[in-house]
Each structure stands twice: as C-alpha cells, then as structure tokens.
C-alpha cells in the first residue's frame, strides 16, 4: 500500500525489512483506477480500483505464507483525494443527499469495510485466525470536515481530533472480545506489544519510548503508569514556535498561535473550555 517513508533506497519497504512491497512510495496518488503501482522496485500496470488490488495483494501475501509466520502491514491510501470510488458505492450515498466529496469520502470508507472484510474472511476460511494477531489503526483525524466523534480538529491539528484514532485489536482465543481500554497509547506500542503478544525476543534496537499493551489486552493490568503523549507539528529548527500538544490520562496541553491552552479531556473530551489561566 502506501508508504510515505522515502522512495529511494535504502528507504523504500524492500531496504527497511520487507520481503514483498506492492504499491506506491508517496504520500498521494494520482489515479485510483487502472493505475500504475510497484512490485519490488518494478512498476506494473494494475487493474482495477486502487483499494481493492492493495487487497488482492495482501490476501496472495498470506495465502503463500500460511504454513509460517508472516507479518502483512496493509496501509491503504484511502479515503483521500482523489476522490474517486466505484460508482456503486458512490451513488449510494450520493443519493442521501451529499455532496460530492463526502459522499466518496464515505463511499470509500464502506469500500474498505468491504476490502478488510475479505481479509478476515479468508483468515478463517483458512483457519489462521485464532493464531493471527489483527490490528486495524489510522494514521490521523479525518482530511475533510466530516463526522469526528465530537472532537476539536481535523488532520493537521494538534488537538484531539486531529490525532486520536481507533485503534482495534483482534486474536480470538487470547484477547476477549467486545472490550474497552481507556488507557491512552500510540503508535510507539505496536512493537513492544506485538513482541510480547507473539513470544518472540526483542530485536536489539534503539531505546523505545513505546510500552507494550499485552497485559491490558489480556485484562491481566487494569491501567498503566500515567505518561505523556506528545505530538508536534512540521518542527522547525529554533525549537520556539513549533507547534504541538502533550496528552495524558486526563489532560491535553496545546501549544497554540496565542500560546498555551489546557484542557481536561475527561470532562470536557470536546475541548470547549481552556482552563489554562486556572
């Protein structure tokens, strides 16, 4: 799918660990249909829409890797612009009276309930599920004024609404379903969490900031040691003007045009009072 990390060795997926890449190193896309992707560092011509070839791609990846351990991350580009979608999802909610842009951002949303249905779907009809770890997450709020829970900001905003993003775990048998952690994480958990869940060692790496989440999903921890969160902006280099926010249990703190703004998310998830004068 898509990798907005470098397009040039050694940053592309197949110099950063990946055995098998398809897709697009960039941060947008022109052309959704029939458009022209990359396998391995060679171009090829898809066909089809965007979304559901990414699919294609990543249910072959774990059908050829059923019988070992496999890893298949499965960043779709969607919903963002362009804003193209097969008709049949678009006219549906065209025809609720939307224009035509969130009518596609929506569109394409049920799009990739329907790609990361398959997905599921063929992990049980091959019967890996109860021993597959799932992960669906986002990368940031939404890119258009759209529904966003009640929360202050869109993508590009230090806020709430501009950062906080499901993050949904599955793996029957081992994680009970239907429940709810409040404990704030991110994604500097993944790994720590996932080596733990898996049982294997952790590779030597540079110092982590991330914690792992294994004991709150196995419902062995109720909460973890309050932390801090912290998000910045385009960081300049004077280290002064950056903007950026800092969120814990209970509050978040905005570094904002007018300077700094607090916010007591459990009262006020919306963030309508600053009460950093009191």
């Known amino acids: 799918g898509k990798w907005h990390n470098g397009a040039n060795y050694p940053y592309p997926p197949n110099g950063q ?3 098998e890449f398809v897709g697009f190193c960039s941060g947008h896309w022109n052309n959704y249909f029939n458009t022209r992707l990359e396998r391995n560092g060679t171009e090829f011509s898809s066909r089809g829409y965007i979304t559901d070839v990414l699919t294609d791609a990543a249910i072959g990846f774990i059908e050829k890797n059923k019988e070992r351990p496999f890893f298949c991350y499965v960043p779709y580009n969607a919903p963002h612009s362009p804003f193209q979608v097969p008709d049949k999802y678009f006219d549906k909610y065209k025809g609720r009276g939307l224009d035509d842009k969130l009518a596609c951002v929506y569109a394409m949303c049920e799009n990739l309930d329907d790609n990361i249905g398959r997905i599921l779907k063929r992990l049980d009809e ?10 669906f997450t986002t990368d940031n709020g939404p890119n258009t004024n759209r529904y966003n829970g009640g929360m202050k900001g869109r993508k590009g905003s230090e806020n709430e609404g501009g950062v ?3 993050l949904f775990v599955r ?4 994680i009970k379903a239907g429940q709810t952690i409040e404990e704030i994480s991110s994604h500097i958990d993944l790994l720590p969490t996932l080596v733990e869940l898996c049982g294997v060692e952790m590779p030597r790496t540079l110092p982590l900031d991330g914690i792992s989440l294994a004991g709150l999903l196995a419902g062995e921890e109720t909460k973890q040691p309050d932390r801090m969160i ?11 003007t950056v903007p ?3 969120r814990t249990q209970r509050w978040r703190a905005v570094k904002a045009k007018k300077g700094w703004e607090l916010y007591d998310m459990k009262v006020d998830p919306g963030q309508k009072e600053d009460i950093s004068e009191k």
């Open 17 to 19: 660990g990946f055995d």
């Open 126 to 135: 091959m019967e890996l599920s109860d021993n597959t770890i799932v992960l």
């Open 164 to 166: 906080r993003v499901p």
């Open 171 to 174: 793996w029957p048998g081992h």
């Open 230 to 240: 912290f998000t910045f902006k385009f960081p300049r280099e004077d280290g002064v």
């Open 244 to 246: 950026g926010s800092v």
